[in-house]
């Protein structure tokens, strides 16, 4: 089935470990982006991407990093996990900023 | 200051009951409107994407409004479905070249047989 793959399902690090978040869409979609939700707020955007090669943060970067070699990978690295980290990300992808969003099911990251 | 606010935070309904979610926003300039439904442990799902020009937007029994004038939209649920427990997002993407979006931070409908 179409849609945005993101693994793993449950994460749960130590402090100072750093890890990889996988996110693949095969709609050949141009945008994709992560986000962290938090109890009580809104989702917030981390990173995005408007296609291969090219990335921009969002408005909480700090502590993450991202790439994008080809059109349908969009991998979210942890540099060095901390407690404020805890969060449940997801991985989005759209054809174009006037279209919905497809989201993926959710990474749901622990760190102690 | 969150750019959209939604109330209620939670709510409980009765099966069949029809109910209605409340979205005030800041953003501006206005691109358009979207309202998501979030199931417990998965990413939220479009219902509804509406433009200024749009008053209304129906998805089954999902009614959508938008009044641009006071910055104000409503998502009616009518004859709520035990499979309507959920949480509704509202999100408003701010008229401008880039896919950012300001997201609500959700009601929580329960529905009880």
């Known amino acids: 089935n179409a849609g945005v793959t993101q693994t793993p399902k449950f994460q749960v690090l130590k402090t100072g470990q750093s890890m990889t978040l996988q996110c693949a869409q095969d709609?050949?979609?141009?945008?994709m982006s992560w986000y962290r939700q938090d109890p009580g707020m809104g989702l917030r955007l981390i990173h995005y991407?408007?296609?291969?090669?090219?990335?921009d943060q969002g408005e909480v970067p700090n502590g993450y990093n991202v790439s994008r070699s080809t059109t349908e990978d969009f991998p979210l690295r942890l540099l060095s996990a901390a407690p404020s980290q805890t969060s449940v990300y997801f991985c989005?992808?759209?054809?174009?900023?006037?279209?919905?969003?497809?989201f993926g099911s959710g990474t749901r990251l622990t760190v102690v | 200051k969150n750019q959209v606010e939604q109330s209620p935070q939670s709510l409980i309904i009765l099966e069949g009951k029809n109910c209605t979610l409340q979205?005030?926003?800041?953003?501006?300039?206005?691109?358009?409107l979207r309202w998501y439904k979030q199931d417990t442990g998965r990413g939220p799902v479009s219902l509804t994407i509406?433009?200024?020009?749009?008053n209304t937007k129906s998805n089954g029994r999902y009614t959508a409004t938008l009044d641009a004038d006071t910055k104000q939209s409503s998502l009616h649920i009518t004859a709520s479905q035990l499979s309507d427990s959920a949480s509704y997002i509202c999100?408003?993407?701010?008229?401008?070249?880039?896919?950012?979006?300001?997201f609500g931070a959700g009601t929580t409908v329960t529905v009880r047989a």
């Open positions: 989005a992808s759209s054809y174009s900023s006037d279209y919905g969003y497809t």
């Open positions: 709609m050949n979609h141009e945008y």
């Open positions: 991407s408007v296609g291969a090669g090219i990335t």
């Open positions: 979205c005030n926003y800041t953003v501006s300039p206005f691109s358009n």
């Open positions: 509406m433009t200024f020009s749009e």
């Open positions: 999100v408003v993407h701010k008229r401008s070249n880039d896919y950012k979006l300001s």
